[in-house]
């Protein structure tokens, strides 16, 4: 009796319990955050008004009055309607807060840029990058 392929059965059956697991890889895409605040209505408007406003612009709502806020709010629904017809569409409103998210990303990528960029030389060098990514320990 040939014992070879009895021998391959137990050989696979005893590496593959003894093999390492693999781990899956989180294969989703993740979309930045349309703000840090968490969002919940009960306490505070926080959340809306940094995805609504985007987060410079919810800053300076903030230091408003409540006529002042209104008021700068019903500009601010007035370009969000875009057809001009006294209303504003969920599509009207899903395009803003998008824009509003864009010029957030945007910003943000500003700042970044002048954080890295020491010399101020609108390019940031290899030099530069490690030096702000992971401090002046690397040699």
Request: proline share 3%; aromatic share 10%.
């Given at each position: 009796?040939?014992?070879?392929?009895?021998?391959?059965?137990?050989a696979l059956c005893v590496l593959q319990s003894s093999s390492k697991p693999m781990l899956k890889k989180d294969r989703v895409h993740h979309d930045t955050p349309l703000?840090?605040?968490?969002?919940?209505?009960e306490e505070n408007f926080n959340y809306d008004h940094e995805?609504?406003?985007?987060?410079?612009?919810?800053?300076?709502?903030?230091?408003?009055?409540?006529?002042?806020?209104?008021?700068?709010?019903?500009?601010?629904?007035?370009?969000?309607?875009?057809?001009?017809?006294?209303?504003?569409?969920?599509?009207?409103?899903?395009?803003?807060?998008?824009?509003?998210?864009?010029?957030?990303?945007?910003?943000?990528?500003e700042r970044q840029w002048q954080t890295h960029d020491h010399n101020s030389d609108a390019y940031v060098s290899w030099e530069e990058y490690k030096n702000a990514t992971y401090g002046y320990i690397l040699v």
């Open positions: 009796m040939d014992l070879l392929p009895l021998f391959l059965v137990v703000s840090n605040n968490e969002h919940n209505d995805v609504f406003l985007g987060q410079e612009e919810a800053k300076t709502f903030d230091q408003l009055t409540p006529e002042e806020s209104k008021e700068r709010l019903g500009k601010i629904a007035e370009k969000i309607d875009e057809d001009h017809d006294g209303f504003v569409t969920a599509d009207e409103m899903k395009r803003w807060i998008k824009q509003a998210q864009k010029r957030w990303i945007y910003d943000d990528v």
